[in-house]
């Protein structure tokens, strides 16, 4: 289905429809919601996703016709990013609870709250990404969020930063935290922690004698960059591989993922002894991948003297989200799937999905080789030298223009069991499905803005209609059996009348779309 409107594009191409084929589109005009639907090659099932602007706060789920057949409302809650449909039907969520914290809710198909978890310590604060998974060894479920820890500038200092980079290293460096469905704390896990360095040998940090930060790539240099502040990486995304018990996470500000050993570092009815593992050499990077500047290890981005050519060294993405691995049962299962921006990257500016396969053997056998040693290629054709890229990579995507697909902040991928990969172009609400060949099968836009239900967008300002992330349940998932999936009609239709008004509940029961339709 190909909707029938004129467009006007503020970028080159905006829809490609040649011999059978469809490029994804993203353009600052033109219609929302179902843009395209190839029924033969795309996945069939329930797209969902949860809108973090305007004045209207629901995780839609919607078909392969761009019809509601599920909603939670979730009032005037703000939502933190995004929600999860679970096996059993329930849907987790995040909402904000003030400046730095987030509560974790658990809904049931008809918005019931079952619990809700936060964590209150004083000097940490919740944001981004979380998952609900089975902590095998605790034998129950547990939410691992991402979390920052408060650290004072005396702090930083005693930890190796060096006084002559910057004068105050008062900051929130980023982290995971681990909580029971109490709320109660059982596990964390900081880069502070984990920190290597070669300006003061008096630290116990310091490099040992004869070696580099290059000979430490399982921990980070603690004046990359000129010194770390803020938030120090910028964690936005996590995920967990219950095969492992291991933990991937993203460092959007360096654009390098890393995984941490979960198993090894997890005590049963120990917390306390939980957390000094995970801050011990037992918690260091088993892997990272993306760039081994950061670690003295391979070349940065440079420009030619003359301006006119730009080289990416052997950095690998620019500006990273949705890191995770590829789920079992799935083409490419156990390999990394990632979401880069592009956002920093010199030269022409794209955002593309990259798959990296990085073990030595099976998955299962937790092998990993690291970025450095699986080495570089540069690959022939086109104009001027190709960048470096890891021999790591089994798959990409980028569009067939390179301004046609492109988010600067946000964003994510999820493969599908067909082998597709369905993509959120987070800043322009736009998702829009793959083959392995780089086909698009299934676009839609989202109609839910900042100001209010759009059929058409005239504009596109940063904030306008932002997603975070949005996922494709199979018309076989457990969690939809026996549900009632009937089609609503569109969120513009349903949703016309509430477009300019806030809800008035939060995290109450779902809405039925029956009583919110527009007047006819």
């Known amino acids: 289905m ?45 797209t969902l996703f949860a809108p973090f602007e305007g004045n209207i706060h629901y995780s839609f789920l919607i078909d392969m016709e761009g019809n509601v057949c599920h909603e939670w409302n979730l009032g005037n809650a703000r939502p933190e990013k995004h929600s999860r449909l679970l096996e059993d039907g329930h849907l987790v969520w995040a909402i904000k609870a003030g400046r730095e914290r987030v509560k974790y809710q658990e809904l049931d198909w008809d918005g019931n709250v079952l619990w809700t978890v936060q964590d209150n310590r004083e000097g940490y604060g919740s944001h981004h990404d979380f998952r609900k998974i089975w902590n095998k060894k605790l034998n129950a479920h547990t939410v691992l ?77 603690a004046n990359f960059g000129g010194g770390r502040a803020g938030d120090w990486i910028h ?62 290890s391979g070349d940065s981005p440079s420009i030619q003297s003359d301006g006119q050519r730009s080289d990416n060294g052997h950095k690998q993405a620019f500006f990273t989200h949705d890191i995770q691995w590829i789920r079992d049962g799935l083409p490419g299962a156990g390999n990394f799937l990632i979401f880069d921006n592009g956002e920093k990257r010199p030269g022409e500016t794209y955002s593309s999905i990259i798959e990296i396969n990085p073990y030595k053997g099976a998955m299962q056998n937790g092998v990993y080789v690291s970025e450095v040693e699986a080495g570089y290629s540069r690959p022939k054709g086109g104009k001027g030298p190709a960048p470096l890229r890891s021999n790591q990579i089994v798959w990409s995507y980028k569009s067939k223009s390179t301004q046609s697909f492109y988010s600067g902040h946000i964003s994510g991928a999820q493969r599908l069991p067909n082998g597709n990969t369905l993509i959120c172009s987070g800043r322009w609400g736009h998702f829009f499905e793959v083959t392995t060949k780089g086909e698009c099968v299934w676009e839609y836009i989202n109609p839910v803005t900042k100001w209010g239900i ?46 300019r008004r806030s809800s008035s509940k939060s995290g109450g029961k779902s809405g039925k779309s029956d009583n919110r339709r527009a007047p006819k």
């Open 2 to 46: 190909l909707k029938k409107s004129l467009f006007s594009f503020a970028i080159g191409v905006a829809l490609i429809i040649s011999m059978g084929s469809a490029y994804a589109y993203e353009a600052l005009h033109g219609p929302t919601e179902l843009i395209y639907y190839n029924k033969e090659n795309a996945y069939n099932g329930y």
């Open 145 to 221: 969020v991402v979390s920052t820890k408060r650290v004072t500038h005396e702090e930083a200092i005693a930890r190796g930063c060096d006084p002559k980079l910057r004068s105050n290293y008062t900051s929130a460096p980023d982290g995971l935290v681990e909580l029971d469905l109490k709320g109660n704390v059982v596990w964390e896990w900081n880069v502070f922690d984990h920190l290597i360095q070669d300006v003061d040998p008096t630290k116990e940090n310091y490099v040992g004698k004869g070696k580099t930060i290059a000979d430490y790539p399982q921990k980070m240099d």
């Open 235 to 296: 964690t936005n995304s996590l995920d967990y591989n219950s095969t492992l018990d291991h933990i991937v996470t993203n460092n959007s500000s360096n654009s390098e993922f890393y995984v941490i050993d979960h198993g090894a570092t997890f005590v049963v009815g120990d917390p306390e002894k939980s957390i000094e593992l995970a801050a011990s050499d037992a918690g260091d990077f088993l892997y990272r991948w993306g760039n081994p500047a950061v670690y003295d």
């Open 454 to 499: 759009k059929t058409f967008i005239d504009d596109q300002p940063r904030g306008y209609m932002d997603v975070f992330r949005c996922l494709r349940y199979g018309v076989d998932y457990p969690g939809l059996a026996g549900r009632d999936l009937t089609p609503k009609g569109s969120i513009t239709k349903i949703h016309a009348s509430d477009s």
